[in-house]
């Protein structure tokens, strides 16, 4: 197991992009390794493992808060033996410094061979999380609404809106612009959506991981004053048409499936529900 640093960020990336196809798991995607970048690119070494052999990364983990380490395979390795017992070996271990002792969770990909031994190991099934899907093949709907491209200028509007639609969300323009200055952004977006009075009332960013790929919206929000409208259909939209601009095959998010709202309207635009995947977790004793 090895940790990047901030220098080898870039080649994580690199590799999670190649990840990410049609017919394979949705699985931690760079743009999640975007989205942490708002806490800098230091937090983000920090909390990034990868698993490699013979100098080929084969699976990649992102500390997602102190308990949480979600995973991705390389295709070939999402049922290789070595590679699998190795990454729970080091995530059972406190001292390899991955997951403490305690209550810890871990997110792999739907078929990992990790969550098989995991469970055999004394680890629970846990909170289950609804993946869903749409093709950009073809034509995208409209969103019917005023769409905008977010840059540094309107960060504060795009970080407002955020705020006010997350319960207990502390996100600023600091964060916008930690984000924004993050390897995995040079393929993003951020979007706001416009009500006819031109307020901000709703904010997406999408991750693209290039031509042919998996792109991914992470976050999406309606900001709570202006809920019930079809805001929340319409930027779905909207990020599915970005996402298609960028060259991405498919879009896809991943939600806790007692977001019942956000499964509904993610539905509502399109996309297709997915069987649904559960983290793994282990007791606090
Ligand atoms: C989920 C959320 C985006 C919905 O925004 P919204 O603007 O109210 O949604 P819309 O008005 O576009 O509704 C779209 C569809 O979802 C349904 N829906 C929306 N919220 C719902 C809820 N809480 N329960 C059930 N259905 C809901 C609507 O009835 C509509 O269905 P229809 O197309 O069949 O008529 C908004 O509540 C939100 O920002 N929540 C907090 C942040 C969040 O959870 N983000 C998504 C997770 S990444």
Not at 191 to 199: D, H, I, K
Request: proline content about 5%; some cysteine; overall charge negative.
């Amino acid at each position: 197991m090895g940790a990047p640093g901030v220098d080898g960020l870039g080649d994580v990336v690199r590799v999670l992009r190649q990840w990410q196809y049609d017919a394979g798991p949705v699985q931690l995607h760079p743009g999640d390794v975007g989205w942490f970048w708002r806490f800098g690119a230091q937090r983000t070494a920090a909390a990034t493992r990868t698993w490699s052999r013979a100098g080929k990364v084969l699976a990649v983990g992102l500390l997602d808060g102190a308990e949480l380490l979600r995973l991705a395979f390389a295709p070939q390795a999402l049922r290789d033996e070595e590679l699998a017992r190795q990454v729970v070996e080091d995530v059972s271990a406190p001292e390899r410094g991955v997951l403490f002792e305690g209550r810890a969770y871990v997110e792999a990909p739907t078929g990992a061979l990790v969550q098989d031994l995991l469970l055999k190991d004394g680890w629970a099934s846990g909170e289950p999380w609804t993946p869903l899907r749409c093709d950009l093949g073809g034509p995208v709907s409209d969103p019917g609404v005023r769409v905008e491209v977010i840059g540094p200028e309107q960060a504060h509007e795009w970080a407002a809106v955020l705020r006010a639609s997350f319960d207990g969300s502390t996100f600023t323009d600091e964060r916008w612009r930690a984000m924004a200055a993050g390897a995995p952004y040079v393929d993003a977006r951020c979007l706001v959506v416009r009500n006819e009075r031109g307020e901000a009332v709703a904010a997406v960013t999408v991750w693209s991981a290039g031509e042919g790929r998996l792109g991914l919206i992470e976050p999406m929000g309606v900001h709570r004053a202006h809920r019930g409208h079809g805001y929340g259909r319409a930027v779905t939209f909207a990020a599915a048409r970005a996402l298609q601009q960028l060259g991405s095959s498919s879009v896809v998010v991943c939600t806790p499936s007692s977001n019942v709202g956000a499964v509904a309207t993610y539905r509502s635009a399109g996309l297709e529900q997915l069987p649904e995947r559960r983290d793994l977790y282990r007791n606090a004793s």
